[in-house]
């Protein structure tokens, strides 16, 4: 009986077995069988290197992809950190932001409350300024009411000293004619009792009636000289009045 086998390096090897107490037909049948084997055995081996041809390319390719596929995990594990890391800053950005963001908003209320109590201030301002324009309107129309009554006291005051000057020249004229007067009448009494008495009677007697009618009229300069004083003496006040209260 002949065998094939195969060697460590997949050749076949033709061996041959001496079966005994075999006829030639169940030889024949065997080895119809063995061929049969053979063949499938071929295909067999035909397809298992296939296979591992097939494998090897695969595993090549799979450590390829394998290869690929670290090289990309180790790109987004790099990337994934790069990430990582700005989330952290981001998320420390936030949070100081955050913090500024309250403090604005705290400083910007504390702006609302200053702006609000500004408003009140000026509100109170204008208040106090249109109270302030009232009283200075007031005031300006007490100046002017002022002005005017000083002016028109002005005017009084030269009118007066006018007056009281020419009050002063009347007077003056008044008491110089009643000294002349008075020393006349005090001459003819002088001369009336030196003479003797038939002279008196005859020469003086137009004079005693002279002076006996001059009487009243000395009477009435006497009562014009006191109304002519007082009526200085009213304007003097009345002078005075008025510088008292232009000087006020």
């Known amino acids: ?46 397809t298992f290197d296939e296979y591992v041809d097939s494998s090897k390319e695969l595993e090549s390719e799979l450590e390829a992809a394998l290869n690929q596929t670290t090289a990309k995990y180790e790109e987004v594990n790099k990337k994934r950190l790069i990430l990582e890391s700005k989330v952290n800053d981001f998320q420390e950005k936030h949070l100081k932001a955050a913090k500024e963001m309250s403090i604005v908003e ?32 007031i005031l300006q129309a007490t100046e002017e009411n ?13 009118f007066l000293q006018t007056d009281v000057y020419e009050l002063k020249q009347i007077v003056n004229e008044f008491e110089n004619r009643e000294r002349e007067r008075s020393f006349s009448t005090e001459k003819k009494s002088d ?9 008196v009677d005859v020469c003086c007697s137009p004079f005693i009636a002279e002076t006996d009618s001059e009487t009243p009229t000395e009477s009435r300069s006497s009562d ?16 005075s009045t008025v510088i008292s209260h232009r000087n006020e």
Do not use: W, Y
């Not at 080895?31 to 053979?38: A, I, P, T």
């Not at 504390?110 to 106090?128: G, V």
């Not at 001369?191 to 002279?199: D, H, K, L, N, Y």
């Not at 014009?224 to 002078?239: F, G, I, V």
């Open 1 to 46: 009986v002949e065998i094939f086998k195969m060697d460590s390096n997949n050749r076949h090897i033709e061996e041959t077995i001496l079966i005994g107490g075999c006829n030639n037909d169940e030889i024949s049948s065997l080895k119809l069988q063995l061929r049969g084997k053979q063949q499938e055995l071929d295909v067999l081996q035909s």
């Open 106 to 137: 705290n400083s910007l209320c504390n702006a609302n409350n200053k702006i609000l109590s500004l408003e009140d201030t000026r509100r109170n301002l204008e208040c106090s300024n249109e109270s302030l324009q009232n009283a200075v309107r």
């Open 146 to 158: 002022l002005t005017s009554k000083l002016q028109k006291a002005e005017e009084e005051i030269v």
């Open 191 to 199: 001369t009336i009792q030196a003479s003797p008495v038939g002279v």
């Open 224 to 239: 014009q000289t006191d109304k002519l004083n007082a009526d200085l003496k009213s304007m003097t006040n009345r002078l």
